[in-house]
């Protein structure tokens, strides 16, 4: 079955830039997604359409695509993007499907 | 105000049943494509089912056969009847709304909007 595969951890000091790569076949013809999930919250959506920022998401969040791996970028990471990240596509029988996710350690 | 509270979570036993429901406020669900996502206790996200507007629905493979979604326009509030639950379905039960559009075809969605979650624990 289709898969997303992530890191388990990344890790950087504050101020460096992180970034977290998201590996699938059909990525090339379906939108990756990224979400940030903080502990005992819901996740939070930071990308969309594979590079899309939403209202709201820092500006050191950005998303590209090149081939079958998706990447989110923090650019500048800070203290408080310590959480854990998913990436996020649907597959050709329109099921939903999220990464493994990466614990991203900021310190 | 635009949101969605679940209930229905608790204890059951192994091969049991509960169902779950989530009411919406601000939005219809029958106007949008709306999912469950479940997430075991320090586990990923992973997707349960869906709800289309048209009422056809699709199930993860780990599910499927077990769960049933489905919503009442009337009260605005989205379900998920689960039977012969197994410990492995243990998890927080998130309900949510996609948000998207479609084109030439091809539909593109993500998950919008979420709700606090409902703890499902299967355990004897």
């Known amino acids: 079955s289709y898969e997303l595969t992530q890191p388990p951890s990344v890790s950087v000091s504050p101020g460096q830039t992180a970034r977290i790569t998201c590996s699938g076949d059909?990525?090339?013809?379906?939108?990756a997604y990224w979400y940030q999930q903080k502990s005992g919250q819901a996740p939070v959506l930071v990308i969309y359409e594979d590079s899309k920022r939403p209202s709201g998401i820092p500006e050191r969040f950005s998303g590209s695509i090149s081939g079958t791996m998706a990447t989110l970028t923090i650019t500048g990471a800070q203290v408080e993007d310590e959480a854990d990240y998913y990436c996020?596509?649907?597959?050709?029988?329109?099921?939903?499907?999220f990464g493994g996710g990466t614990k991203l350690t900021v310190l | 105000e635009v949101q969605l509270v679940e209930s229905g979570g608790g204890l059951v036993q192994p091969g049991g049943s509960l169902t779950l429901s989530c009411v919406a406020s601000?939005?219809?669900?029958?106007?949008?494509?709306m999912s469950w996502v479940r997430q075991a206790p320090g586990k990923g996200l992973e997707w349960v089912s869906l709800i289309y507007t048209r009422g056809d629905t699709n199930y993860a493979d780990s599910v499927k056969g077990r769960f049933t979604i489905s919503r009442d326009n009337s009260r605005n509030e989205l379900f998920l009847q689960m039977n012969s639950l197994r410990a492995d379905d243990t998890a927080v039960y998130y309900c949510?709304?996609?948000?998207?559009?479609?084109?030439?075809?091809?539909?593109?969605?993500?998950?919008?909007?979420w709700g606090q979650g409902t703890l499902v624990t299967v355990s004897s």
């Open positions: 996020y596509s649907t597959d050709s029988s329109d099921n939903r499907l």
């Open positions: 949510a709304r996609e948000d998207g559009y479609c084109r030439g075809g091809d539909c593109y969605s993500y998950f919008g909007l």
């Open positions: 601000g939005f219809s669900v029958s106007g949008k494509y």
């Open positions: 059909a990525l090339p013809k379906k939108y």
